[in-house]
């Protein structure tokens, strides 16, 4: 055990140390070197992971320690390394690796390598971290790690605009949802004596505090996991996160950062139940499920179509924690993290070899690039749910979970955008690769071996993970109860089939024009609303100007000068004034003085006689 606990230190620590090395490297030598160092530690931090997930007995790894003592107040650290922990790094290390290799074609161009790569090795030793820690100030120190990365990573092209505001935005929005998050670790350390999740855990199960006070926690806490999983109402950000590198999109949107918020559900899953809270987590699951899914219909460019589909699915797995099926929610987020990776970095191949992201300027490009076509195509069966790719057997298991749980606005919100995936993602698919090659297409060519590569394995995962689902469920939970209605498959299919044909008609046979409806006053308000998710981002904006900064900030200014100001001004004014009263008595005439000594000694003894 002891050496599994100093592998599992020496896996967080690899990283960080190997982000050092490959900005040193790569700037003081040929810049590429930064991609080997980057390479050979992402390769053996995850050939450590998987050595921990193989050693890992029946009983966790635990190791703690104090951070530091001041008197009586001591701050603790640890590890707590399990089965969900493990699956967790396995996912963050192995995509994380394979996100790398993919850089080294799709980076080619780029004049900074060893910084791309310090702040990509960063970023996975962040969340390498954050799963393996085993208390919340541990993991809120990875999480601000992890945000603090997604913030340099989304603005990598700082010189653009765009890119600087869309990092910023990422930034702050994130952070809102941690101060809640920092409040409710503060409040579970004062009122409960602990932030450790299995002794917190456990209380929660011996029913040791209120419910009304674990609510109050674990909805602060879920507010952090709202903002860092781009949830309603604040996911505007992952829109806007598209302007970074795509393999940056690849890792933030598949393998870490947005996995960070359903991982701390997951984790604190009893505490949650206990809580009543899971209700909570399952309508704002299913609302920001619909929303995704609606508004990745409208959109046309291709990573903010797959940034909805993130969204979505994301949404999904908290649906399926907040109706109480933390297999089938994990299973999915591995299952996700998968296709996903597969789909933003095929999406990188074509905007890479096209130089555009506007999907309706592309087409016919499965002539140019039938091998990125076919792995694409992998990808979006898989996110469509269609057997039998991994998507398929995980979103099943969450529709029949929802189902059973027997919520009727949960279930239906879900249910729609789960269909809805075959939907947008076929219409993705045939506006890219089908139809005659715009001139973009044309000048496209089929992506360079070393990004192929990674591709091939995650599509060949895809086919593969199903063939090892009862034991993956198994290492992760042990025995669980998986729901299975036969009607409400086939009702499903059947609907996909449905919305499968209507896509094939507008899009492949172009039988079906949607230039009426988007002519139609009505078709084009709904279209920019779905477009503009919701106008969510609009309305956002709209209270933080109306009513933060018209009434409130302006409140809190008036305040600072009338009040704050007036009272240091006054004091300043008041002894203006008194100097100026008190100096005209300084006459310099003896007389006055004599006058102003012996009116002082009469007041004095009347005083004293009389008081």
């Known amino acids: 055990m002891e050496k599994l606990v100093w592998i599992t230190y020496l896996t967080i620590g690899i990283f960080f140390v190997g982000s050092i090395t490959a900005f040193l490297i790569g700037k003081f030598t040929e810049k590429w070197n930064s991609f080997w160092v980057a390479a050979l530690t992402g390769l053996t931090g995850f050939i450590l992971t998987c050595y921990i997930a193989l050693n890992l007995g029946e009983h966790p790894i635990v190791h703690k320690f104090n951070w530091f003592t001041f008197g009586s107040f001591k701050v603790p650290l640890g590890i707590y390394v399990d089965s969900l922990s493990v699956v967790m ?36 030793g962040s969340m390498v971290g954050l799963v393996f820690v085993s208390n919340l100030v541990g993991l809120y120190i990875f999480w601000e790690g992890v945000g603090l990365c997604s913030y340099l990573l989304i603005g990598y092209w700082y010189w653009k605009k765009s890119a600087a505001e869309a990092a910023l935005k990422a930034f702050v929005m994130t952070r809102f949802g941690d101060v809640f998050m920092l409040a409710g670790i503060i409040v579970a350390w004062v009122l409960l004596g602990t932030i450790n999740f299995q002794e917190l855990n456990a209380l929660a199960l011996a029913g040791a505090f209120s419910v009304k006070l674990g609510l109050l926690i674990a909805i602060l806490i879920f507010i952090g996991a709202v903002g860092k999983s781009a949830q309603f109402p604040l996911f505007p950000w992952l829109l806007d996160a598209m302007e970074g590198p795509t393999t940056v999109s690849a890792l933030i949107h598949a393998a870490t950062m947005v996995n960070a918020g359903v991982y701390l559900v997951a984790r604190m899953f009893p505490f949650f139940d206990y809580s009543h809270a899971l209700i909570v987590v399952g309508f704002v699951g299913a609302l920001s499920a619909f929303i995704a ?11 903010k179509i797959l940034a909805f589909s993130t969204m979505e699915h994301l949404a999904l797995m908290f649906v399926a924690l907040g109706v109480g099926s933390a297999a089938a929610g994990i299973f999915h987020l591995m299952n996700h993290a998968i296709f996903k990776a597969l789909l933003f970095l095929s999406a990188g191949a074509v905007i890479h070899m096209t130089h555009q992201k506007d999907a309706f300027k592309l087409g016919g490009l499965y002539r140019y690039m039938p091998q990125t076509a076919l792995l694409f195509l992998v990808g979006i069966l898989a996110l469509a749910g269609v057997p039998p790719f991994n998507g398929f057997f995980s979103k099943d298991w969450i529709i029949s979970a929802t189902y059973e749980y027997g919520n009727p606005l949960i279930f239906g919100l879900t249910f729609v955008a789960a269909v809805l995936c075959i939907a947008y993602g076929f219409r993705l698919w045939f506006v890219v690769f089908t139809g005659e090659p715009s001139e973009y297409s044309k ?25 090892f689902k009862e034991q993956i469920i198994h290492f992760l939970f042990g025995e669980v109860h998986e729901p299975f209605f036969l009607n409400l498959l086939v009702a499903t299919l059947t609907v996909m089939f449905i919305l499968f044909g209507i896509v094939f008609l507008i899009y492949y046979k172009r039988i079906i024009s949607t230039a009426k409806f988007l002519a139609h006053p009505l078709g084009k308000g ?13 309305a956002i904006k709209w209270i933080c100007r109306h009513v933060f900064y018209g009434s409130i900030a302006k409140a809190v200014e008036w305040i600072d000068t009338n009040v704050v100001d007036g009272a240091v001004n006054g004091t300043a004014r008041l002894s203006l004034a008194c100097w100026d009263r008190c100096r005209k008595i300084q006459t310099g005439d003896v007389i006055d003085y004599l006058t102003y000594f012996v009116a002082g000694v009469i007041t004095l003894v009347l005083l004293i006689l009389f008081v």
């Open 526 to 538: 709904l279209n920019e609303f779905l477009y503009n998710g919701w106008y969510v981002d609009a």
């Open 89 to 124: 790094a396995l996912i963050a290390t192995g995509i994380g690796f394979l996100d790398i290799v993919f850089s080294k074609g799709y980076m080619e161009d780029d004049e900074s390598p060893h910084r791309y790569y310090f702040e990509k090795l960063f970023f996975i």
């Open 293 to 303: 899914a609606t508004g990745a219909l409208a959109h046309t460019e291709i990573k």
């Open 443 to 467: 000048k496209a060519r089929e992506a360079y071996p070393v990004m192929l590569v990674p591709l091939y394995v995650l599509a060949v995962l895809t086919i593969l993970v199903p063939f």
